[in-house]
């Protein structure tokens, strides 16, 4: 087949067809809401709670769980026992809910609404789940003594065909039967309905998806194929490293752009890089993250940069701030002069990096010029005697292609008849050396900190000039035409509509106008396929971040909203589950003669790109202390990583305690979060790989600090699944384990990617709570790595040259200078202190050396100059001068 054309888009709806009899047909149905031991309140006033124990134990939770947000209020709940499945049933469900945020008050809680009301997903008719949420005054405060509520109620009730008996008059529920109760409660959402994918999928499969992301990933033959229009300098807001700026570029053109990294690699951080200057470019993209929390790290990110607003489509808070704004309308916007003028500006800005740079490569060039003089002054005199013009400083660059140009040049230069042209090439070159050698004398040798200082301003100046270009694009005439602003209104009454109507509203749109002025939309991947309409190609680009853990039945309605596809994950942590038999798969690939990309119970959303295109890998790491990232960099990543996060304040700190207990690991625990209360800045993470443990870490840590304590330290609390994605400053992991727990439940935490997960959430300390003795395999090699302490990295390197000579001067001064300092991939020449010296130009050339002081320069580093020709090659002077740099060096951030 191939890539091209209609015989793709045929191939992507057999695929899509495939899938949908793959697809769940839906998500398990959850018929008690208070299963998991924590309060179930009713509510006088859905929009208030009192401050009684209860409550206070619930908004702990939300407080704990707040990236998750399970706080739920629910409307009218059928409540009783039913037989279900020829089961006799405990039934408790509320027929419309919202997750709610409580805040605190002096009298009690205000209950705040923190993502969508919904219809319970027992209705399954969306046309009805629809007609039901554009009732009158749905969920507002008094709603449900209004009248026509109760009639609202009981259509509700009906349509979720369980076998309703009446509407209570108690909020006690019976043991025979189901009854409606027309109450409002509080409680805590621990499972989430979803939905099934099948129609949807089917109804995709019979659309023209050539020319999709989701045609290009599917499709037999590679989709690296166009880079036209790839090529031009990355100009970015946010600082970048070269990978990263590959996949920026890359990105422009590419139908896939796969990316991969170890945790901490600033994957997301590229992401944005990417939408940014897409946007920029007069696309639109589209951003689906596996989370709400995921979504919002991105949105919060985005809000650090200049740049389009992004349309968060499926949070609630942030949809009301976008819906409020954009019907209060938009300005005229920048025209076409003020563009002009944007552009302009940065390319004034570019220049000035430019011009600094080519100043301080000259200054190098002359370093590493005058470096040869000692190999050459030996062979000077017969040189001169044989080429003498070479050394009147009359003839500089008369090479070309590294030979002597013409004739006339050897003329010029008086070279001797029979002298051989390599000859030649010697004297320009020793005579090179030598005038870079006087200038370096004449000009008082090389001092490049002010011109750091010059570039590192310049550098500053043009990212806030590219970002200011890009906010003031996003905003355009040129975007915000009449029907870009009729889109606009009318998204901002679908933004307040219910959920199903909303979905109604939004497929309506026409969707060209309507992501021309608004150009950067984020929500989940569930919120993608169940919020926004159906369009193929709608998007120019779709970034499917934390892929590994998406499958292929999620991920394929998201890449048939777009052109292009960028792909962000890492196959090494946690990855989707499948319920999906194997007899099941085998099947419908035999039916669909289709080949082993189709499995979708192993086979990732990242797994099928990497397949399809070229992978970049992010190597550096800015999260954790060396030796907390030290395990996982060995153990699962074969040593691929750069620790950007090397100091001498950090290298040798023992950062992984192991906390042996007999059997209570929770009040251990909760001992040694009491212990670290306090002296945390940056959140604690209280983590266990199992389900029963983290609820049972959560109420006990709820049952010891209040809601405005557990605020205040930042403390979270969960499983490793739910922390994929986080961090924090100090991460205390409850394993779960005791002596006698049969093997299944050591391979569990055994798995790699849940155990490196769980290993790489922490910043700056890692505390493991155990009762196990005696353990090996995966664990055990972690608990002997953590015994072992912190690897001593102090380098074995000597210095030569000029640094042995300032390092052995540093010495008689008491001070120590450590040689061939490594940070990631970089060398520092000599450390002192916190203070990182350069002692000569970069022996790879200008390029290294300037790559080298970017990189240092992002991680926080303090670096010095401290060429020989500074001090005339008087080392005791330089001493001086280092010695009393490195005394007001502050420790890289």
């Not at 529920?173 to 959402?189: E, N, T, W």
């Not at 302009?344 to 011009?355: E, F, H, P």
């Not at 013409?406 to 390599?422: F, H, I």
């Not at 004398?441 to 001092?447: H, L």
Request: one cysteine or more.
């Amino acid at each position: 087949m191939t890539s091209g054309g209609s015989v793709v888009a045929v191939q992507a709806s057999r695929v899509l067809a495939a899938l949908a009899e793959l697809a769940p047909a839906g998500g398990d149905r959850v018929l008690d809401v208070t299963r998991g031991g924590l309060p179930f309140v009713w509510l006088d006033a859905a929009h208030k709670a009192p401050r009684k124990a209860e409550v206070n134990r619930l908004a702990a939770v939300g407080a704990l769980h707040k990236e998750e947000r399970p706080l739920r209020v629910g409307w009218g709940f059928l409540a009783g026992r039913a037989e279900v499945d020829g089961k006799l049933t405990k039934i408790r469900v509320p027929l419309l809910s919202q997750p709610v945020q409580l805040v605190r008050g002096l009298t009690g809680y205000t209950v705040a609404p923190a993502g969508d009301l919904e219809i319970t997903p027992l209705i399954g008719d969306r046309d009805l789940a629809a007609a039901l949420e554009a009732a009158p005054g749905l969920a507002q405060p008094g709603w449900l003594d209004a009248t026509g509520t109760k009639a609202w109620l009981w259509s509700a009730a009906r349509a979720t065909g369980l076998s309703v008996d009446a509407m209570a008059t108690s909020r006690r529920a019976p043991g025979d039967r189901v009854v409606l109760i027309p109450s409002a409660a509080l409680y805590v959402a621990r499972d989430v309905f979803g939905a099934g994918l099948a129609d949807s999928l089917r109804s995709w499969a019979g659309r023209d998806l050539g020319g999709t992301a989701l045609a290009a990933v599917y499709a037999d033959e590679p989709a690296d194929r166009s880079t036209a229009g790839a090529d031009g300098p990355v100009l970015s807001p946010l600082p970048l490293t070269e990978a990263q700026a590959e996949v920026v570029r890359r990105a422009r053109t590419a139908p896939i752009t796969v990316v991969s990294g170890p945790p901490g690699n600033g994957k997301s951080h590229t992401v944005v890089a990417a939408a940014l200057e897409v946007v920029h470019r007069g696309g639109s993209v589209l951003v689906a993250t596996q989370s709400p929390h995921a979504a919002e790290v991105l949105a919060g990110l985005l809000d650090r940069y200049p740049g389009p607003v992004p349309v968060l489509f499926g949070d609630a808070g942030g949809r009301e701030r976008l819906a409020a704004e954009l019907a209060a309308g938009a300005d005229r916007g920048a025209g076409e002069g003020q563009l002009r003028a944007d552009v302009t500006a940065v390319r004034q800005a570019l220049d000035s990096v430019r011009r600094e740079r080519a100043l301080i490569t000259a200054a190098l060039e002359v370093e590493l010029r005058a470096a040869e003089l000692p190999a050459w002054q030996p062979l000077i005199p017969e040189l001169a005697s044989d080429v003498p013009g070479a050394f009147s400083g009359r003839h500089e660059g008369t090479l070309a292609g590294g030979r002597p140009a013409r004739w006339w040049t050897r003329l010029r230069l008086g070279a001797r008849r029979g002298v051989p042209d390599e000859r030649v090439i010697e004297a320009l070159k020793a005579a090179t050396a030598q005038r870079a050698a006087a200038r370096l004398a004449a000009t008082g040798g090389t001092d490049l900190e002010p011109r750091w200082a010059a570039l590192h301003a310049a550098e500053a100046r043009l990212a806030e000039a590219v970002g200011a270009a890009m906010r003031r694009a996003a905003r355009s005439e040129k975007r915000w035409d009449r029907e870009a602003r009729r889109g606009a209104a009318a998204l901002a009454t679908a933004l307040r509509a219910g959920r199903n109507r909303r979905r109604e509203l939004l497929a309506q749109l026409d969707a060209p106008p309507l992501v021309r002025a608004l150009p950067l939309w984020i929500g989940t991947v569930a919120d993608v396929e169940d919020l926004l309409p159906a369009a193929p190609g709608m998007f120019d680009l779709v970034v499917l971040d934390e892929a590994s853990h998406v499958d292929q039945v999620r991920a394929a309605p998201v890449l048939a909203r777009a052109k292009r596809a960028l792909i962000v994950g890492d196959p090494r942590q946690l990855r989707f589950v499948s319920f999906v038999s194997d007899v099941d798969v085998a099947d419908v690939l035999a039916r669909h003669e289709a080949d082993e990309r189709l499995d979708v119970r192993r086979v990732s959303a990242f797994d099928l790109a990497a397949g399809a295109a070229a992978t970049t890998w992010l190597a550096e790491h800015h999260r954790s202390t060396p030796h907390l990232i030290g395990f996982s960099a060995r153990r699962f990543y074969g040593d691929r990583l750069s620790v950007m996060t090397r100091t001498p304040a950090t290298e040798n700190m023992d950062a992984i305690d192991v906390v042996r207990v007999e059997g209570d690991e929770v009040g251990a625990v909760l001992k040694l979060v009491e212990e670290l209360a306090g002296t945390v800045r940056g959140g604690i993470g209280v983590i266990s790989p199992f389900r029963a443990q983290a609820e049972a870490l959560e109420a006990a840590l709820v049952d010891a600090y209040s809601v405005e304590r557990i605020e205040e330290l930042g403390l979270r609390v969960g499983t490793v699944h739910s922390f994929q994605g986080s961090e924090a400053e100090v991460v205390i992991v409850s394993l779960g384990l005791t002596p006698g727990d049969p093997p299944g439940r050591r391979r569990f935490v055994a798995d790699p990617n849940l155990f490196n997960v769980m290993v790489t959430r922490a910043r700056q300390r890692l505390i493991v709570v155990t009762a196990l003795t005696e353990v090996d395999g995966l664990i055990g090699e972690f608990f002997e790595y953590a015994a072992a302490g912190a690897p001593d990295l102090t380098d074995a390197a000597e210095a030569a040259g000029w640094a042995a000579e300032l390092a052995a001067e540093l010495g008689r001064l008491g001070v120590r200078a450590r040689p061939g300092y490594a940070v990631g991939p970089w060398v520092v020449d000599l450390c002192v202190g916190e203070l990182g010296v350069i002692c000569g130009p970069h022996p790879d050339g200008v390029e290294a050396h300037l790559a080298r002081q970017g990189a240092l320069h992002r991680a926080g580093w303090r670096l010095m100059d401290a060429f020989a020709s500074r001090w005339s090659e008087d080392p005791r002077r330089a001493a001086l001068e280092i010695t009393a740099a490195a005394a007001g060096a502050v420790p890289p951030s």
